[in-house]
């Protein structure tokens, strides 16, 4: 990597790291799964743990869930819509929670032959779409259409989601455990398909017990899979500790649990259970911290200073093809710049005598630089 | 001594005239006698015997007239307005507030923060948008029952109880915050509508009191309504100059215990019966969130706990999902965003500058790595120029 491209990236508002263990390089991860084939580890549903760190005060992060591309009901004029949004938000980024694919395993409810495409042209066209948002996509996990979830005795496990990941983004298999950080504050989120419990009620029960090994509870728990937009927020109770792990307390935060839509609608499967797939959409979740307001003196033992502020809103109208009203304000508001616009702003800037002549001089140094080595 | 005398309690029956005395002074107004005379001769069974002689039997018209007075409504003659330039509305929710009852206080109260809640509510308010606050029910309480005055602690020479019209000031005083504080934030569109619950019901049918009615008449404001139509209604959205409506619902009867979200959902349904609107917001529910596929909105209450069964230990309620921005984009067709759109801080237009900052360096950077890179291959080209090449195929290759 040269130093001019270290510092392109360098300069970006968002910085994403995974777990050491798990992605930080091929051979590291290698090393993990060998040690984990030759111990007594068992395969349970692992977490990923993934840091996010934002310049920003504001992050919007908009799931994208359920996509089932090119299966039986995806909707692509919907689903573009939703990537263009992603690209014009200048503080929008997502992650695919997994049923990217529909049909990538025997086990798939849906009938293949209602599909719009065969299952290899929906790889093709899965992973083309996909790389338009590449940069915006901060993981995928895996789903049980994607073969990864469902049941490992029977259908062909090797996800083609993780296959198309590696041209777009990380693939984690499980859950992300994500640690959020906006500026200086930070929270937790934890990403999951679905399928690893039957209703909200059960996930937040599994989520927070499966947490409670990292020391963290969420404050929110992203899910899918049942393809209805869903939020079930309850308080809990977290135990605080001092610098030397001694709990000192405990203190109440709010939990949200959140089931996205997906982009699949009407299909067979879904109309014989009576289901009412017409709603396909993504839904974008402002999130940023504010003050709480019952925090005082006498309070400061139960309640946290600081706490999440979420500000939940579709993106697109449920009967036209159209942005909300308040996700065009949004989007007005976190405009992504016009890119060609100023490229030709800077061309002309370049183009000037002064820059010309500045940028021959430098060619020359450097010339002068090989010479002299 | 001899005023002590006279005015000492001697028997169980002076005892019990006293009580009835504090509970009438605690839950009737001056002018509310006659209804006070009716909560004796329902409830505790001490009627009169000259109320007995005295007193017929009613016939068919009555029957009629009480029937009559039962609330059937679907819809409220109450509507919300968009107007023309306006993208939306706010609807900010404040409900459970159980005034003054001991086993599960408003939450905050206890601080004396139920001021800062209001402003953190409002604070939320999108002021491009009228504002309705709709107080949802369960807000008087339920401990003001004669059982309560019975049972009450009595500390330092006081009763430790609070009757109906301390808990009436509660409410006209919160909605006094409501608009004072609204004032101060600089937002000039605010409505509150009173809606009644289930502890609202019991009230009006135990002590022939309409609370909310008596709050309204009290506070003679324009902007401040009362939504009597019963527990379970269709409001209409109108969206001036488009021709677009829509229904909203509301939904303030609650009375399950049930913490589980089936077991919230079939008691609400249990308790609020089916209504057909395009969106709809039930207040009160043990369950907070959007529950089901449809478009119902549990909103958060002020309550401390959940409603329990008795000899649980009660969990902490939920809070902060009563804050909505709500707009018409399609006839019946409603978009909500949750959490409230006054998002737009100061720290966004800067961050946003100096985003645009980052986009224009980076662009810059590449094309100047291009034009260097072009230049750098250029002089490579010029030198390789410079040298002249062998023909190689007259080398002879060993020699």
């Known amino acids: 990597m040269t130093d ?27 090393e993990e799964i060998l040690r984990r084939a030759g111990s007594d580890a068992l395969d349970s549903t692992p977490i990923i743990p993934i840091k996010i760190e934002s310049a920003n005060s504001h992050i919007c992060l908009i799931p994208l869930y359920d996509i089932h591309m090119f299966g039986e009901g995806f909707n692509l004029k919907r689903f573009q819509l939703v990537c263009d949004y992603l690209m014009n938000v200048s503080n929008a980024c997502s992650f695919i929670g997994g049923d990217w694919y529909d049909n990538a395993n025997k086990d798939s409810k849906t009938n293949v032959f209602n599909s719009k495409t065969n299952v290899s042209q929906a790889l093709d066209g899965g992973e083309y779409l996909l790389s338009r948002i590449r940069d915006k996509i901060l993981f995928i996990l895996g789903g049980n259409h994607d073969a990864e979830f469902g049941d490992r005795v029977r259908a062909n496990n090797i996800s083609p989601a993780k296959e198309s990941a590696k041209k777009i983004a990380p693939y984690i298999p499980y859950n992300a455990l994500l640690n959020i950080k906006l500026k200086d504050k930070e929270f937790s989120a934890f990403a999951t398909h679905g399928s690893i419990a039957k209703d909200p009620d059960a996930l937040s029960k599994k989520t927070l017990k499966m947490c409670q090994r990292y020391g963290v509870v969420p ?12 939020t079930f927020r309850f308080l809990v109770s977290v135990p605080v500790t001092n610098r030397d792990g001694i709990v000192t307390g405990y203190k109440t935060k709010n939990v949200s649990v959140e089931v996205l839509p997906s982009f699949q609608g009407n299909n067979e499967y879904a109309t014989s259970l009576g289901y009412n797939n017409d709603y396909t959409n993504a839904i974008a979740y402002d999130i940023a911290f504010e003050k709480n307001p019952c925090y005082t003196q006498s309070t400061q033992n139960t309640e946290f200073e600081y706490m999440l502020r979420v500000t939940k809103f579709p993106v697109l109208k449920k009967m036209s093809n159209e942005y909300t009203s308040f996700a065009k304000e949004y989007m007005e508001m976190y405009h992504e710049p016009d890119k060609e616009k ?17 940028l021959t001089d430098f060619t020359d140094a450097l010339n002068d630089l090989e010479r002299e080595m | 001594m001899g005023e002590i005398e006279k005015n000492h309690i001697r028997t ?15 839950n009737f107004r001056k002018k509310d006698k006659d209804l006070f005379n009716q909560y004796i001769v329902s409830k505790v069974n001490l009627a009169r015997n000259e109320t007995i002689e ?15 007075r039962k609330k059937t409504a679907t819809v409220t003659e109450k509507m919300f307005v968009i107007g023309k330039d306006e993208p939306g509305f706010n609807l900010l929710f404040y409900t459970g507030t159980n005034y003054y009852d001991r086993s599960n206080p408003q939450s905050g109260r206890k601080e004396n923060l139920t001021r800062q809640l209001i402003k953190n509510q409002l604070s939320k308010v999108n002021k491009k948008g009228k504002t309705y606050v709709v107080f949802g029910g369960d807000l008087l309480g339920s401990e003001w029952e004669i059982k309560y005055l019975r049972n009450a602690e009595i500390k330092d020479g006081k009763i430790l109880y609070y009757g109906m019209n301390k808990r009436k000031e509660r409410l006209i005083w919160d909605v006094k915050a409501y608009l004072h504080t609204a004032e101060k934030l600089g937002i000039k569109k605010i409505d509150v509508y009173l809606m009644g619950g289930a502890q609202e019901h019991k009230i009006k049918k135990e002590l022939g009191r309409d609370i909310l009615q008596e709050a309204c008449e009290e506070l003679n404001d324009p902007r401040v309504h009362y939504i009597d139509e019963g527990v379970s209604l269709g409001v209409n959205v109108i969206k001036e100059g488009s021709g677009i409506t829509g229904i909203l619902g509301l939904q303030t009867n609650q009375t399950g215990k049930a913490k589980t979200i089936n077991g919230a959902n079939r008691s609400s349904i249990r308790d609020n019966g089916e209504l057909l609107a395009n969106l709809i ?23 401390t706990y959940l409603r329990t069964p008795r000899g649980q230990k009660p969990d902490l309620h939920a809070k902060y999902y009563d804050v909505f921005w709500v707009n018409l984009e399609n006839p019946y067709e409603f978009s909500v965003v949750v959490g409230g759109t006054n998002i737009f801080d100061q720290n966004v237009a800067l961050e946003q500058k100096r985003h645009e900052n980052i986009v224009r360096k980076n662009l810059l950077l590449d094309q100047t790595l291009q034009i260097v890179k072009s230049k750098l291959h250029e002089n490579i080209m010029e030198k390789n120029d410079e040298i002249e090449f062998k023909d190689i195929s007259e080398v002879e290759y060993g020699a």
């Open chain 2, 54 to 68: 005295n007193a017929k039997m009613a016939n068919a018209s009555d029957y009629t007239e009480q029937i009559k």
């Open chain 2, 12 to 26: 169980n029956a002076q005892k019990e005239e006293k009580i009835l005395e504090f509970f009438y002074d605690e």
């Open chain 1, 219 to 230: 404050d929110l728990i992203f899910s899918g899979h049942v393809h209805t937009e869903l």
């Open chain 2, 281 to 303: 917001f039930r207040c009160n529910s043990n369950v907070v969130g959007k529950l089901t596929g449809d478009d119902i909105y549990n909103v958060s209450t002020q309550s």
């Open chain 1, 342 to 358: 100023l490229k030709e702003e800077i061309a002309d800037k370049l183009e000037e005598d002064k820059m010309q002549k500045a």
């Open chain 1, 4 to 30: 001019f491209e270290k510092a392109l990236i360098d300069n970006k508002e968002l910085k994403v790291s995974f777990d050491r263990d798990y992605l930080n390089s091929k051979d590291e991860r290698m």
